[in-house]
């Protein structure tokens, strides 16, 4: 029987790259004995990226598409195309034609063989701006110390997934899913493969710093609870080097030395201020991250698709 494959890409004001973005793949596709659909998620876009799409979409009876009700971010659009793609595998990629699309026959070569996830890795050359190729080493770095799963770096939301993982990871029921860790994590067999960035084709990248830093936050603490602990070393830690001072302050009692110590009891003071601080602000994070998935709203609200939703669209998990 003929296998059935979904493209997914999350698009947030890239109405210049996706009518390119879809030629390609068809191209690429088209002739290889596979069924394809594309699914293209508009996540909240403040230009023509629905019209461009939703145009699309009329002439082409393959190309499908999910329209949110505000900009919910990447990750929530991701998420939005996997819980609909109905193919044998699903395959997702970035609009801006960074990811490029004929790695998708290497992908499907791998998954022919039996791998039940293909992701990539960005090769990190001199293209990438070095400001982006310096925080994202980094913060891989950091995500493995202080995760116990293992994330290469450069791994990008540029994947194939076969039907299995992805009605696994339909259950999830996480408050924003870090998917690239989730996927990760769930196992199968999974096969990674190199590829050089393109350029963006057009248009500016999404992620600000600040978007950047929210991201990687997120990474580390949907993932971990490493975090936490530090509080309970730090705690020990000082407990015990304050018990070295006591022999020093019997010292000082019995030979009467003054007490001139203003410049240390402040040290001493704002250091243990700043410190407490932080040990809240991380416990703070963790008691936000209940306080959201006890909630238990969306992780999108869909407002159109020409996809069968629920009733009202909005996604149940
Ligand atoms: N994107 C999205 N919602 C957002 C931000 C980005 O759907 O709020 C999409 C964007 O259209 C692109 C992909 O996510 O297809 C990756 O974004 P971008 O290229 O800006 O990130 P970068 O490559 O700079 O990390
Ligand atoms: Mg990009």
Redesign the pocket.
């Known amino acids: 029987m003929q296998k059935t494959i979904s493209i997914v890409?999350?698009?947030?004001?890239?109405e210049d790259n996706l009518l390119v973005i879809v030629e390609r793949l068809e191209r690429i596709l088209e002739g290889r004995g596979y069924a394809f659909e594309i699914i293209l998620?508009d996540?909240g876009s403040k230009d023509k990226t629905l019209s461009v799409i939703k145009a699309m979409a009329q002439i082409k009876p393959n190309i499908f598409y999910i329209e949110f009700s505000r900009?919910f971010?990447?990750q929530p659009?991701l998420k939005a195309g996997l819980d609909y793609a109905h193919g044998d595998c699903v395959i997702s990629l970035?609009?801006?034609l960074?990811h490029p699309p004929e790695l998708i026959i290497q992908m499907l070569e791998k998954w022919e063989e039996g791998y039940e996830v293909v992701y990539t890795r960005r090769h990190e050359d001199k293209s990438l701006p070095y400001k982006k190729r310096v925080t994202s080493s980094l913060y891989y770095k950091l995500l493995n110390v202080l995760s116990d799963i293992e994330i290469e770096s450069g791994t990008a939301d540029f994947r194939l997934m076969d039907r299995k993982v992805v009605s696994v990871f339909k259950e999830f029921q996480e408050n924003e899913p870090f998917i690239r860790g989730l996927v990760k994590w769930m196992g199968y067999k999974q096969f990674a493969l190199d590829y050089v960035p393109s350029k963006?084709f057009s248009g500016n990248?999404?992620?600000n710093l600040k978007k950047m830093l929210r991201f990687a936050t997120h990474g580390v603490t949907s993932f971990s609870i490493k975090p936490l602990y530090t509080a309970v070393y730090l705690g020990f830690i000082f407990s015990f080097l304050s018990l070295l001072y006591i022999p020093y302050v019997i010292h000082a009692f019995y030979i009467g030395k003054e007490v001139n110590g203003w410049a240390s009891i402040i040290m001493t003071i704002v250091f243990f201020g700043g410190l407490q601080l932080i040990i809240l602000g991380i416990i703070g994070i963790y008691i936000g991250k209940m306080f959201l998935q006890s909630k238990n709203r969306p992780n999108y609200i869909i407002r159109s698709s020409n996809l069968s939703l629920k009733e009202n669209g909005v996604v149940e998990f």
């Open positions: 890409i999350p698009a947030y004001n890239e998620v996540d900009n971010g990447h659009a970035d609009a801006d960074q963006r990248s999404k992620y």
